[in-house]
Every structure is written in structure tokens, then in C-alpha cells.
């Protein structure tokens, strides 16, 4: 699990000087506008607008793009214990993003999982 918490915030257009500075670690475009996933303290230095809080807990697993069941079986976990998941998937991990103040019961569910299917 990352130490830093991070927030999502949403600009209307993407402005590559303010990215820059921000420096995310995940952007997405969407019709309404482009998310950044920011360290929460870049958000409250540069007054960014965000609403909650979340941590980030990286699968060190290496999961192909092409997997099939993992996103499930994590998610399925969290849901079970009423831990919402924003999930992004890039080349080499799944990194989950939970919210701050339900992260050491997620990282302990998803132990849990790996327990499960290690043994």
C-alpha cells in the first residue's frame, strides 16, 4: 500500500502547463472533461476542488492485459466488505485506489485472497 493518499479531480479541458505541475499519476478523458488522480497534497497546495480521499494498493502481481477473472475476484472481495474500488489497470499491475479510510481492511482482504489462492 502507498503511503500517500490521493484524490481525483476533474478539469474541463486537459492544460498541459497545470499537468505539468500537478505531475498526476493516472489521467483519463472522458466526454465531460479530463480526470487527474493527484497526491492529495497537490490538490489542497494548488486548491483543486476534489471529494474524498483514497489510498492506493498495488497488486504486485504481473496480470496480462488480456487476463481474465482477476479485476472479479479483488473486487468481488472488497465488495464483500463494503470497500468501494477504483481500479485502474495499466501495462504491468492493477493498482486499486480505496478509500482512505477503509485501506488496512482492504489490504487485508485482498491478503486474504492471496492466501486463498497460494495455498
Not at 497488486?59 to 477473472?69: C, E, Y
Request: with cysteine; aromatic share 12%.
Amino acid at each position: 500500500m502507498d503511503e500517500r493518499n490521493f484524490v481525483f479531480c476533474s478539469f474541463p479541458t486537459i492544460d498541459w502547463k497545470i499537468m505539468y505541475e500537478l505531475n498526476p499519476i493516472g489521467i483519463f478523458h472522458e466526454k465531460e472533461g479530463v480526470t487527474f488522480i493527484l497526491e492529495q497534497q497537490d490538490a489542497v497546495n494548488k486548491k483543486i476542488h476534489y471529494q474524498s480521499v483514497y489510498r492506493l494498493i498495488t497488486l504486485n502481481v504481473h496480470s496480462s492485459l488480456d487476463a481474465v477473472g482477476l479485476t472479479a475476484a479483488f473486487s468481488a472481495k472488497l465488495a464483500e466488505k463494503n470497500i468501494s474500488a477504483n481500479v485502474v489497470t495499466a501495462y504491468y499491475h492493477d493498482h486499486i485506489f480505496v478509500p482512505e479510510e477503509k485501506a488496512e481492511q482492504a489490504l487485508n482482504a485482498i491478503l486474504e485472497l492471496q492466501k486463498r489462492y497460494s495455498t
